[in-house]
């Protein structure tokens, strides 16, 4: 199955279901997706960070 998925993948962004791609296209998906999956959390932090801060300063733990 995974094998089906890598050729799709390779076939959809590359136009090519070989995996003759070079380093640098390698290296700037893998950068987008830890892009994309990192964004939603720092965006949550700055939405809520202002109860985060309030809920530490209620439970004494800051200085």
């Known amino acids: 199955m995974l094998n089906n998925l890598d050729s799709w ?3 959809s962004l ?5 995996a003759q ?4 296209d390698i290296i700037v ?8 999956s990192v ?12 109860y985060l801060r309030k809920c530490i300063e209620y439970a004494g ?3």
């Not at 791609?21 to 640098?24: E, F, G, K, P, V």
């Open 21 to 24: 791609q070079s380093t640098r």
């Open 14 to 18: 590359f136009g090519t279901s070989s």
């Open 9 to 11: 993948l390779n076939y």
């Open 61 to 63: 733990i800051s200085g």
């Open 39 to 50: 964004s939603p959390l720092i965006l949550i932090y700055c939405l809520l960070e202002k």
């Open 29 to 36: 998906w893998l950068e987008a997706g830890c892009l994309l």
